[in-house]
């Protein structure tokens, strides 16, 4: 079955810095790709996601960028901000399969 | 408001006591599933389903059981809780198949098993 793996398991920046988290998957078959972000006392709210026909997606403050030849995909924060911080959960899946997710980041941005 | 609803939010109960998480979305989702949150472990998939009285096992089915009778519900029943099934808990809806569409979360349901 499909492994997702996220790293760093926490990340801390300054305010107005970027932020970069890499997850790997491992099933080559897999072709979407989104994020979620959790903040506390809720539930994970999808923030971004890319289908393997694309290499990179933007919105705003956010990007997400994905490598099928390495299999590996990372969402870009740029000019962090206080709300930012959270709990961030990427995940991998494709048709006919269920949806995996890694064990989640907290980013904590410093003011 | 589109939004999946699920309740209780917080229960504190003791082993071996039936209870049920409800579970209610209004947006029309033929996929349904439960997943639940432990430290260190990130999300993981108990149950799922894919329509009406269609539901599999995820990755950790033991000590859980789930139905699908309408589209728009999809209660978790835990028929004799243990304490290593304290949790929280969520449940998440989404078009199509799930594994490759959108998931909208509930905010979560505690449980505390003495």
């Known amino acids: 079955g499909e492994n997702v793996e996220q790293h760093p398991s926490t990340l801390s920046v300054q305010e107005g810095d970027s932020a970069v988290i890499k997850c790997t998957y491992s099933d080559s078959a897999s072709n979407y790709f989104p994020w979620y972000k959790q903040e506390l006392g809720k539930g994970p709210q999808l923030i971004i996601d890319?289908?393997?026909?694309?290499g990179e997606k933007k919105d705003q403050r956010i990007a997400v960028t994905l490598n099928k030849t390495a299999k590996h995909f990372s969402l870009h924060i740029t000019e962090t901000q206080p709300e930012d911080s959270a709990v961030y959960f990427c995940?991998?899946?494709?048709?006919?399969?269920?949806?995996?997710f890694g064990k989640g980041i907290t980013l904590s941005v410093r003011p | 408001e589109a939004q999946v609803t699920q309740n209780p939010r917080y229960l504190i109960t003791v082993t071996g006591k039936k209870l049920t998480v409800t579970c209610s979305q209004n947006?029309?989702?033929?996929?349904m599933s439960w997943y639940r949150q432990d430290p260190g472990l990130g999300l993981r998939q108990i149950y799922y389903?894919?329509?009406?009285?269609?539901?599999d096992k995820g990755d950790v089915p033991e000590g859980y059981k789930v139905s699908r009778k309408e589209k728009r519900n999809f209660p978790l029943i835990l028929e004799s809780p243990s304490p290593n099934q304290t949790s929280l808990y969520f449940c998440a809806s989404s078009f199509g198949q799930g594994s490759n569409q959108p998931q909208h979360f509930g905010d979560g349901t505690r449980l505390s098993i003495l």
């Open positions: 995940a991998a899946g494709r048709a006919n399969s269920k949806l995996t």
């Open positions: 890319i289908r393997s026909n694309v």
């Open positions: 389903s894919m329509n009406v009285e269609v539901t």
């Open positions: 947006m029309n989702h033929e996929y």
